[in-house]
């Protein structure tokens, strides 16, 4: 912060600029003869005088003020130091680094929702950017009451706002309110450029707004967990896949093991069903060509197979009588 260093200068500077802060206003009774304006990376420094911004400075680094900052003042060119007076003046810090911010609703919203008299209840999360856009609308509307300006007024204003914007946008063009996450960036962007318009009249723009989550209750959560299920029925390459999820979450350092395992489990069971099938078609078979033997035939008394006096069986080899 600004400090003096002797009767005679002081040094104006934001040397503890802290993360989440927009601006910073340094107060003084006066600049002296002497003074030094330190500009750090991602600082502006505004030169204020009797409220009226008198010249902006972009550029980081150290400079006198009487040499390199008062001649290119709107009304102050011809400021003159004496030995005992100096420029009664504010100097505003703006910090240029895009801000994040994290949000979420402080309550439940209601969703109008077929089937839901009250409507269906949801909470949403994410963040949003901001930075400050326009140094004279900033001046005249926040600086020249506030000493420090930071992310959690933003965030205040926005939260406040934002119950409204996000039944506007989700009830638009008839989204499904079961599956909003489809369509969340679609949202957000509506809800971005309506928080953007709102925070442009205090200088401050919102660059990005993003939704990273909607929260529904858990009776509503159980349902669809439900429907997915039920539609998952009959289907075995994604009961495979199921089976192969759930084997990982609950097998721990064993999870390929079990996957393994019930994988093998259910195509022994597919391939003993099998042989069941041909067994039962062979028994078939055999019963046909009994009823259907010539009168006086012999048969192989195992698969059926007429013997033509042979003494082994030509299909199965067993021994004949």
């Not at 969340?184 to 707004?209: P, Q, V």
């Not at 042979?310 to 004949?320: E, I």
């Amino acid at each position: 912060m600004g400090f003096i260093t002797n009767q005679l200068s002081n040094v104006v500077e934001w040397n503890e600029q802290k993360e989440g802060v927009l601006f910073w206003k340094w107060q003084n009774q006066e600049i002296k003869k002497g003074s030094k304006l330190i500009i750090r990376p991602g600082q502006d420094a505004i030169f204020l005088y009797n409220g009226v911004c008198e010249g902006v400075f972009e550029d980081e680094g150290n400079y006198d003020i009487e040499s390199q900052i008062i001649p290119f003042l709107s009304t102050l060119k011809g400021f003159k130091f004496g030995f005992n007076s100096g420029l009664r003046a504010e100097v505003l810090f703006i910090n240029t680094l895009e801000q994040l911010v994290k949000w979420g609703t402080k309550n439940a919203i209601n969703l109008p929702a077929p089937g839901l008299p009250g409507g269906m209840p949801i909470r949403a999360f994410g963040t949003f950017s901001c930075k400050i856009a326009d140094h004279d609308v900033l001046i005249d509307r926040l600086a020249g009451v506030r000493q420090t300006y930071s992310v959690e007024d933003v965030k205040e204003r926005i939260v406040a706002n934002l119950d409204q914007l996000l039944m506007q946008y989700i009830a638009k063009e008839g989204r499904d309110m079961f599956n909003l996450q489809v369509d969340a960036r679609n949202i957000a962007e509506g809800i971005r450029a309506e928080l953007d318009a709102d925070m442009l009249k205090l200088g401050i723009t919102i660059t990005e707004f993003k939704i990273e989550s909607f929260n529904y209750p858990e009776e509503i959560k159980k349902m669809q967990e439900k429907a997915a299920a039920q539609a998952m029925v009959g289907d075995v390459n994604k009961y495979t896949q199921m089976a192969m999820a759930d084997g990982m979450s609950n097998g721990g350092a064993n999870a390929g093991g079990n996957v393994a395992s019930s994988m093998m489990q259910m195509q022994m069971g597919m391939a003993m069903g099998q042989q069941m099938m041909n067994n039962m078609g062979m028994g078939q078979q055999a019963a046909t060509a009994q009823a259907t033997a010539p009168a006086g035939a012999k048969f192989c008394p195992n698969c059926g197979t007429p013997t033509n006096g042979a003494k082994f069986c030509s299909n199965c080899g067993t021994q004949l009588a």
